[in-house]
Each structure stands twice: as C-alpha cells, then as structure tokens.
C-alpha cells in the first residue's frame, strides 16, 4: 500500500474557476510522492442516465511509481507495500462520478458518541492493543473502527485480551468486459481517503456486509461466523448489487440490462487471524464471496460512463466527498473517498475443482495452510493472480495550468469583439510560439540509438498546437463558464472524444520515430510498441502478455516490407543518401533532412485540431468563396478548415507559420482533396482517367506545377503515418496496420507509391502502365516475361484485381470466345483521358487509333 499527496482538479461547466493549493500528505513508505492538484468547483449536475448521481470532471496530476501494482493480500484491508520500479509525472483527466457511497453512514468524527468512543478506546488497550500509532503512516484511525462496527455496522469485534478479533464478512465483485477482444478486469488503483491520505492499491468493488445483531447477541463459539451463509449480517447474493451502486454508482437497473453473472465463477474463502494493515495490532476474520460479473456489450452506448469500450480510466466519489476537506475546518465524514479505477488486462483463469451442486470455498490460515470445513466436499483451486501489464496503452493528455486557462479566458473577456477567422483559435494562439530548439533536438537526434521514445515524447511540447486538443467543443463556455480538457466529455466532429485525437495525433508522431529508426529499433517498436519503461518490445513468442495479438505482431515484423518504408522515405526527402569521401567514396550513408522532417512534425501537430469545433473559422467576406462555403460560413469539414486558415491565416498556426515558403506549399498541399483512390490503382479497378485526372488537375490548377514528386511522397507519408496512428493506443506500436489492416495489401499500397509518385511529371496512362508492368513482373509465382498483343493491358489488369486467384481468372480469360476476349482487351485498355493511350504492342490496333470512351471501372475488383 502505498501513500502519498495528491492534487485535483474538478471541471464545473457552470462556476468560474477557482485555485487553491492542496497541502501535499507527507510520503510514506516506498511510495513516491504525489503532488499538488487544483479544484475546480465540481457541478452536481443531474443526467438522464439513471446509473450517475452527479458527473464532473476530474484532472488530477500525480507523481507515483509506475511498476506494478503488488498482488499484496486478498482482504481489502491488507495491502501489502510495493516498491517503485521507475517514477513519474502523470497529468489525467478523467470523468468522475458522484455515488451514492455510503453517504447517509458518513459521520465527521466530532459527530461520535464520545462516551462510548472513549468505553471503546479503553477495551482496545486493556485487550493489549496498542492505538497510538493509528490513524498514520497508511493505517486507519481508532474513530473509524468505531465508525466501522457501530455505525456502519460493517465489522463486530468480539473477544478479550489475548483473543480480541475483528470480523468482517465481504462480498468482492470482479467486473470482467471484453477491450479489443481480450477480457479486463475493472480495479481501483488509487484511493483518497477522508483523512487526506492517498492509498495505492489493486482492489475490486468490495461492500462489508451489514451485521443484523449487536455483539452481545452473537454467539462467537460456533461455526456460524465463518459459514457461508452467515445468519447474523445481511444476505451476499443480494448485498452485491449494492456494491456496484455504492461503489460505482450503478443502479440495480442499469446492472440487469448490461451486466450478467458467472455463476461458475463464484467462490467463498476463510481468511483467519490475518494481520491488518489498517488496524495494526488487531488480528481480522475475513469471510468473502467472490462474484464474477461480465459487461453483455462492451460497445454499448449505455456503458461508456464506466469507461468502455476503450477501457479508459474514470474516477467515483463516494457519498458527500468533499475536495475542499483539507482547506476548511470541518475536512471529510469518515465514510466518504474518491476512488481511480482503471481496467487491467486479465490472464486465463484456471478452472474450479468442485463436485456438481457444490459451491467451492477455501480457509487460509495464517500460517498458509489450506484448511477445509468438515461441510466442504471440495476445495477450490486458487485463482491465479491477474497480469498487471496493461492493453490500454495510452499517453497523459497535455495539461494547459489553471493560469493559462485564466489568461485565455482573460484575453476573451477583454477583447469581446470577434477576431477572424475564429475568435477562440485567436485567444489561444495569440501570444504563443514554437520551441524550435526544442524540435530541432528532435530532427536531429531522432535516428541516435540514445535518443528514447520517452524523451521524444517529452520534446513533442515544442508544438503548442497540441494544447488545442484539451478545447471543449462548445464555444460558449468559454467566455463565462469553465473550459474542460477531458478525454471523456468532450465531443468533435468526428464523434470521437477529444482525448481520443490526442491520443491518435501522438501515435501519428510515434510511426515517425519508428519510421525514422528502422535500422535500429523501429521495426520493435512499431510492430509491438513499447515497455512500462519506454523500450521497444522485442516480441520472440505469440503469448507474450505485454501485448495482445502476438500471432499478428510477429507475423507483421517478420513480414512487413521494411525496404518500402524506408523507399518511402527517401523519395519524400525526409531521408537523404550522403556519398562517402576518401576511402569511402564508394559508400552511401542515409542520414535526416532535418529541415523536411520538421515539416512533418509540424503538419503532424496541426492535422486534426479543427476537429475541435469551437476552433473552426468561418470564411471572411474578403475570401468570397472556400470550397463550398460563403461569407460568414463556417467551414464544417476539418481539412478545408486547416486549409482555410493555412492560406489566409498562418500566423495562428506558429509551427506552420515559421517554416520557408517551400516548405509551407509541400505542407498545404498534403490538405488539399486530390479524389485519388488509391485501391483503385493498387488493384486496377479502374482506368488512368478515373484514377489520376482530378490528381492532376489539383497539381496543375491549384498548385501551379510547383508540386514535385517529393511533394507527393511525403503526402504519402503523412496518409501513412496518420493511418498507423489511427488506434488512440500509440504505446501498444501502429495497431492499426499491424493487427487490423490486412498485410498483403498494406504491401501493395507501399510498392506503389513511387509510382504515383511519378504523376507530377508524367501522364496518367504512363503512370499506369509503368505499374502494371512492375505488377506482373513482381508477381509470386512468375508469370514469365511483360505480355505483349492485344490483351496485355486487360491480363495486367486483372493479374491486380484476381489478386491471388489470377493464375485461374487468366487461364478463364485465355479459354473466352474470340468476340468476349476482343471486347474485354478492347475496353479495358481504353485510358479515359482525352488524347492518352497505352503503348501500342500492349493493346488492340484498333483501340489506339480511335480513342474513344467510356472505359471499364470494375468497382471491388477482387
């Protein structure tokens, strides 16, 4: 158990902000600190969800170890201490929930029976126990034992000196949902205490059961204190529904819709004589019921307030937490917590040895021994410890200061009147500027083996435009209201949270230190992401449970064409092949254009903000028409938006305002809409004009031929990367083309870059069939020489569309009649562009001397 300081802040839509500083608890133990929070004043907003009592948002930052968590004792008292394998600074933000708890229990201490505390005091010494150092160091106060037995009702504590006990009967509720097709287990990692405490442990929801007598009416020489079915405290198989509601606040009729029991998974153990850690000195009888319950459809709408389906973390405050406790004289009811609660991936769980109609229980002593009740006809076999690494593999969103919010709302307030072309994006980008030696540490040391991705990361706050992702979508909160970065409650335009972007921009970052480092560890890292300490997994074996999908994992390291990303690369210029001297002349070196890759780093940072809506400008009457949209409208689709201010506005954009002017064009050209799809080229489907004319067009209208192939490839690499970032997971590597985009076609997407590349110089039936060639000739197993005749254009063709089938689709093509063979060969060698045709040896005479259309698109070829 670990305790420290802690600091919050709690997001109110409807109060200004006010700071203060948290006293820091004093550290304790092994555990590192956790530092000071700011409050925010906190919304008792009712919601239609009949499963909340109140929702706000909490951002809380906490300096903790980061190892894992101890499997400790099994009680929720007895948690044993860890040490921390690594510290760090974690910023969150959070939704949080106010439960009911137990809430009409919570007794501030004064509010006691102080006769019967101090009756109770004396009892406790006279049975040898010493209470001094209670209330300390992470053990509980002698008022909340008091709290607990007579008020709560929640433990008895029977017995004289030497024999005094606490008992305690619990119902556990494991809370098992499917995350990205693996079962996680819901815990609470961090508690809050009322005393000011911050406790750091592995705890499921957990409700002590009601004792129903006093303890004078108990008798304490039977069995009945430790048998399953108890008859002095309340029924378990009712009592865990109340859990969920108390501890998470889910009512009993959100639980029936979207919860159902394992009944095979229950199990009811025997703790005696087990030293506690909250009551040092006072030895406790644990009797549990262990309850599994599993979410019915983690996608469901009606789940996401515990954190589903992405297994983000959210916080409960239990009954009247107060967060202004420790600043004012009254500080919190005994009863009342907050609690951090986040999903841990589960191992497999071994199988219950139990007779047919029998329930499995075993007894732990304290010396460990197994002991079995003479009613059991079975023991149970000991579930194994859960994995404590983690699936969810995201990164703390960045946090703007309770001063910077301030300010931002301060220019606001002091300048009403609109900025174009949006007052919001103004007041954010105002005074703020781009860290370029920040970000020139980053170009230059991006390939340097001591150069980590926990540093890079660090040094991405060169950018200042990824604060823009804390922006609430609703413009007008921030005049007069507070201004939420939440990962949970703030919605954009695409329907994603705005945590989410965040989390996508930065995997984006991530495939492009992976990308740049593919000699060393990019290949490790991009395939299966990276450790608690930041290291590349090196993944030798399927199973490994640092990471989900092992199988895919290997088989995308191992098969992935590493050489196309690094073509890729090259033809962008963000890589560049320096010649040797002297004896090396023969030698080539690759090394950094640092001056292109800081132009992906700074497209990288601004690609996806206008998905922040209260950001998005509206077109200035000066500018007539942008793509669609008039005067005084506001530029809905986020590409155009980016453009729009791009073009008219860069000075709101500091990390694209500062880069030269070429550099600028190659940047904006990567936003503009080219109507290029590339699964038609890769697989054939449609003729050059389809595929290549509006492509065209935007380079010659729009662009005025400045775009050069290298322009066109780093528009690849930023579809890349942006698409390898798709999953907001980017610690778990680019889960996005490793374990969901079929690598086959990832391949041939890459191949065909440097062909497309070529459309700034060349035509578009050149293009074409410059990769149709290269399809046929590459193609496993050989076709033998590039076709010639009438029918080579249609056979190149459909070699891409039949993909592995076209050894079969040709020998059908062959085995046509001459008139549907001629009018295949014909149509499918048509070039749908005006004056364009393919080499003459490669399609009909008659084709190519009378140009003429329509041509075929075979839409989803395969």
């Not at 420790?326 to 199988?351: F, K, M, Y």
Request: glycine share 8%.
């Amino acid at each position: 158990m670990g305790v420290g300081g802690c600091s919050m802040m709690v997001c109110d839509k409807s109060e200004e902000v006010s700071v203060y500083d948290m006293p820091s608890v004093h550290r304790i133990g092994d555990m590192a600190d956790v530092d000071v929070l700011e409050d925010m004043a906190s919304l008792p907003g009712k919601l239609e969800s009949p499963a909340f009592q109140r929702m706000t948002s909490l951002v809380y930052i906490e300096r903790s170890g980061l190892g894992p968590f101890s499997s400790g004792a099994s009680t929720t008292d007895a948690a044993s201490s860890f040490k921390s394998e690594r510290s760090s600074t974690r910023a969150k933000t959070i939704q949080m929930v106010q439960t009911p708890g137990q809430g009409v229990l919570a007794l501030r201490a004064e509010s006691l029976d102080k006769e019967k505390l101090s009756a109770f005091k004396d009892r406790l010494h006279a049975a040898g126990i010493d209470i001094t150092a209670w209330g300390y160091g992470g053990s509980k106060s002698v008022e909340h034992l008091f709290w607990e037995t007579y008020e709560q009702k929640g433990c008895i504590v029977i017995g004289e000196s030497p024999m005094m006990k606490r008992v305690t009967r619990l119902v556990k509720v494991k809370l098992v949902a499917e995350i990205f097709g693996v079962d996680h287990t819901l815990f609470s990692r961090m508690q809050f205490m009322y005393d000011g405490q911050t406790v750091e442990r592995r705890q499921v929801p957990l409700r002590k059961l009601t004792w129903d007598r006093p303890e004078d009416e108990i008798s304490i020489s039977g069995s009945e204190l430790s048998a399953e079915d108890c008859p002095y405290t309340e029924d378990w198989k009712f009592a865990y529904k109340k859990t969920l509601e108390e501890r998470l606040g889910l009512s009993q009729a959100w639980q029936t819709q979207h919860l159902i029991e394992d009944t095979d998974a229950y199990k009811f153990s025997v703790e005696d004589n087990v030293t506690s850690d909250g009551y040092p000195g006072l030895n406790t009888l644990y009797c549990i019921h262990e309850i599994q319950l599993r979410v019915r459809e983690p996608e469901h709408s009606g789940v996401k307030l515990i954190g589903l389906p992405e297994g983000q973390e959210f916080a409960t405050a239990e009954g009247d937490f107060n967060f202004n406790g420790q600043e004012c004289d009254q500080g919190h009811a005994i009863g009342t917590q907050l609690n951090i609660w986040t999903w841990e991936r589960s191992t497999t769980v071994a199988p219950l040895t139990r007779r047919a109609g029998s329930k499995s229980f075993s007894i732990k002593s304290s010396s460990g021994t197994l002991v079995v009740p003479p009613s059991a006809t079975a023991p149970s076999t000991l579930m194994k410890p859960l994995d404590t690494n983690r699936l969810i593999q995201r990164v703390p969103l960045p946090t703007l200061s309770a001063k910077g919010l301030g300010g931002m709302r301060m220019r606001l307030q002091a300048h009403p009147e609109k900025h174009p072309p949006s007052t919001v994006l103004w007041a954010c980008m105002q005074t703020v500027s781009t860290d370029w030696a920040k970000a020139k540490r980053i170009a230059s040391r991006i390939t340097d083996p001591k150069y980590g991705l926990k540093e890079f990361n660090s040094d991405l706050s060169a950018f200042p435009e990824l604060n823009l992702y804390l922006l609430d979508s609703d413009p007008s909160q921030m005049g007069s209201g507070s201004m939420e970065g939440t990962q949970t409650t703030g919605v954009i335009s695409s329907g994603r949270t705005v945590g989410d972007e965040f989390q996508r921009t930065i995997g984006a970052f991530y495939a492009i230190y992976w990308l740049m480092r593919l000699d060393t560890d990019g290949q490790d890292g991009f395939s299966n992401g990276v450790d608690e300490e930041w290291n590349p997994i090196k993944l030798t074996e399927s199973d490994d449970l640092r990471v989900t999908q092992g199988e895919k994992r290997l088989n995308f390291h191992k098969n992935a064409q590493w050489s196309f990303f690094q073509k890729l690369l090259m033809d962008a210029g963000l890589l560049e092949g320096k010649k040797g001297t002297g004896l090396f002349k023969s030698a080539t070196k690759i090394q950094v254009c640092q001056k292109r890759l800081l132009s992906l780093l700074a497209l990288t940072a601004v690609h996806d903000i206008m998905k922040m809506n209260m950001i998005l400008p509206e077109v200035q009457k000066q500018h007539t028409k942008y793509n669609g949209y008039g005067p005084g409208d506001t530029i809905g689709d986020h590409d155009h938006a980016l453009s729009y201010v791009m073009e008219y506005f860069p000075e709101l954009l500091p990390s694209f305002r500062d880069l030269d002017e070429s550099e600028r064009r190659s940047v904006l050209f990567t936003q503009c809409n080219l109507c290029f799809n590339h699964g038609w080229f890769v697989q054939a489907e449609a003729p050059p004009g389809a595929i290549f004319t509006k492509f065209r067009e935007a380079l010659i209208r729009d662009h005025k031929n400045q775009i050069d192939s290298q322009d066109v490839a780093l528009y690849f690499v930023h579809w890349l990367t942006d698409l390898a970032g798709a999953e907001p997971t980017p610690l778990a590597g680019c889960e996005k083309f490793v374990t969901k985009f079929p690598l086959p076609v990832l391949n041939s997407f890459l191949r065909s870059f440097e062909f497309v590349e070529k459309i700034a110089a060349q035509t578009e039936t050149q293009v074409m069939e410059e990769y149709l060639q290269m399809r046929w000739t590459e193609n496993v197993p050989s076709m033998g020489p590039v076709p010639i005749g009438d029918c080579a254009i249609a056979k190149m063709r459909l070699l891409c569309m039949a993909q592995m089938t076209a050894l079969t689709v040709l020998k059908e093509f062959d085995s046509l009649g001459d008139e549907d063979r001629e009018t295949l060969s014909s149509e499918m060698a048509r070039s749908g562009c005006v004056g364009q045709c393919f080499s003459a040896q490669l399609m009909p005479k008659d084709s190519a001397s009378r140009l003429e259309g329509p041509a075929f698109l075979v839409y989803y070829g395969p």
